[in-house]
């Protein structure tokens, strides 16, 4: 039987357990019935380069084996490869973050899973894209989940200094843990829906998704079909405050925060005369200026 599924397993994902794990995953993807190959990434970016050829090559799922970082990988190959009205993608939730496959309800029993994605049900999944700068080159990244500038990006910049093979939850608060001394709140040209706020803001979040930052609940009314990006712009807190603030937000009570503001809206931009960091689905991408626009229903996942 021709394989219809290209499965790309990030065996360093997880702090290493997916490679760990992939026998185990591979049994329960063959019993399930599912006509697949797959291929292991090798380094960085290697799962974007493998879902572009197998979208290419013709395959009508693409499986991210990993945890965001894989799946986010995977979202830009699929939707470099132009072919996103033939191909599905389908994830495996391995990793420690995993907040997209949080968000979708995707269960760690591995064979639920590969039951679901040989027998799947289908969403139409709205796709962000971020364009702004790196080295004063014009770059662009799409997301899935959530993408943030200000001290969310300086996080993101502080967490990837650690070492490469640990991933998720603990370089994330090794970040906040270092970006809470350095870090001071930027004036910022914030145009949502092409209107015009000027704010001194400790940070922007573009959701897509509900989850970020390893389980917190970032936008509770976050929907991948409407259509719109919840933006969070969470305003001149002070370090205290902020402290006080990140227990809320795994909660989803930040929202009601009086210097917390929250609206919908298809795009952003973001001006500043002050360098402001760029992340997307937790990689950093870049510096300001930033367009954030959102491609309605522009993935097929399956669940």
Not at 155 to 168: D, H, Q, Y
Not at 184 to 194: M, S, T, Y
Request: proline share 4%.
């Amino acid at each position: 039987m021709k394989a219809n599924a290209r499965v790309i397993v990030n065996p360093t994902s997880g702090y290493g357990f997916t490679g760990m794990r992939w026998p185990r995953i591979h049994r329960a993807l063959v019993e399930s019935g599912l006509a697949f190959d797959y291929v292991r990434t090798e380094h960085r970016g290697h799962a974007m380069e493998l879902a572009e050829e197998a979208a290419r090559a013709g395959y009508g799922m693409v499986i991210a084996v990993g945890g965001d970082g894989t799946v986010n990988e995977v979202v830009n190959g699929l939707m470099k490869s132009g072919k996103t009205n033939e191909v599905m993608m389908g994830i495996l939730n391995t990793g420690t973050g995993c907040d997209f496959a949080r968000f979708l309800g995707i269960s760690r029993n591995y064979r639920q899973s590969c039951l679901h994605l040989a027998h799947p049900r289908t969403i139409k999944a709205d796709v962000g894209v971020v364009e702004c700068f790196q080295n004063g080159e014009p770059v662009s990244r799409f997301f899935i989940s959530a993408a943030g500038l200000g001290f969310d990006g300086m996080v993101v910049e502080t967490a990837s200094r650690g070492p490469k093979f640990v991933r998720g939850a603990v370089p994330y608060f090794f970040g906040v843990l270092r970006s809470l001394g350095a870090y001071r709140n930027v004036e910022i040209h914030l145009h949502i829906d092409g209107q015009r706020q000027d704010a001194r803001i400790c940070s922007v979040v573009i959701a897509n998704g509900g989850f970020y930052g390893a389980g917190m609940r970032i936008a509770p009314d976050a929907d991948l079909q409407d259509g719109l990006f919840e933006v969070l712009v969470i305003g001149d807190l002070s370090k205290l405050e902020l402290v006080q603030a990140f227990p809320r937000a795994y909660l989803g009570t930040h929202v009601t925060h009086p210097k917390v503001r929250m609206e919908k809206a298809s795009s952003v931009d973001v001006e500043s005369e002050e360098r402001i960091l760029i992340q997307a689905d937790g990689e950093l991408v870049g510096e300001g200026p930033a367009r954030f626009r959102v491609l309605p229903s522009a993935l097929t996942i399956a669940l």
